[in-house]
């Protein structure tokens, strides 16, 4: 099927190794954040977020840091798999003046190399 | 638990037809996401529904597109008349509340506009 990986920046990786998808965002008031995993035909699937409070928070092979002095955001998979192959997007959220958009980031195509 | 329901999967439409997706959000959601997806991007709001009621429709190009909710659960996405410029895919999304900011995605229409 049609990719949604298309003209976006990628990153390959060899099986087992550690990747690191890095993102820019937009606004310095932004106070949640989010990561999420799109597979070629798919929706966008939740892996992870942090609010503003935190620098660094941890799941399943997954860590997210943040650093908000520079705006960055940070996606670390541990023990990259071929079923890790996917467009990984960051979004941001501002909830100040009841405002809940939440703005996407370009994306990143990761490609596990077996 | 069922995830967000989206139909149809894909759809192929001349210019100037009219076309309708439709949305069945996560059981107990009260906020329904409508996003345009183009190729190689991220996705972009077109209108947030808290229960019944569009909250946010800022983005949504009203001279053709439309969309309801009219029972505070499944929702339509109608465009009269597509353009060739409304090829891409139509996520739905919902959340508990709009203070509950994780989203969640159904798998998406692609439309096609020949």
């Known amino acids: 099927g049609e990719s949604v990986g298309l003209h976006l920046p990628t990153l390959s990786v060899q099986e087992g190794d550690n990747s690191i998808i890095n993102c820019a965002y937009s606004n310095s008031a932004s106070d949640y954040f989010i990561w999420y995993k799109q597979e070629s035909g798919k929706g966008p699937q939740f892996i992870i977020d942090?609010?503003?409070?935190?620098d660094k928070r941890q799941g399943q092979r997954v860590t997210v840091l943040l650093n908000k002095t520079v705006k960055h955001l940070s996606l670390q998979i541990a023990a990259t798999q071929p079923g890790d192959s996917a467009v990984y997007f960051c979004a941001e959220n501002y909830s100040g003046a009841g405002s809940y958009q939440l703005t996407f980031g370009k994306g990143t195509k990761l490609s596990v190399i077996p | 638990e069922a995830g967000v329901v989206q139909s149809p999967r894909y759809k192929i439409i001349e210019k100037k037809q009219p076309v309708a997706f439709w949305c069945n959000p996560i059981?107990?959601?009260?906020?329904l996401y409508w996003y345009r997806q183009n190729l190689g991007q991220g996705p972009e709001l077109l209108i947030r529904?808290?229960?019944?009621?569009?909250?946010?429709d800022s983005q949504l190009p009203k001279d053709r597109f439309s969309a309801e909710r009219l029972k505070g659960v499944d929702s339509t996405l109608k465009i009269q008349p597509a353009e060739l410029g409304d090829s891409a895919v139509y996520l739905c999304?919902?959340?508990?509340?709009?203070?509950?900011?994780?989203?969640?995605f159904g798998p998406g229409t692609r439309l096609t506009v020949l």
């Open positions: 999304a919902s959340s508990f509340s709009e203070r509950t900011d994780t989203q969640y």
């Open positions: 942090i609010r503003s409070n935190m």
């Open positions: 529904y808290e229960n019944e009621e569009a909250v946010d």
């Open positions: 059981s107990g959601h009260n906020t």
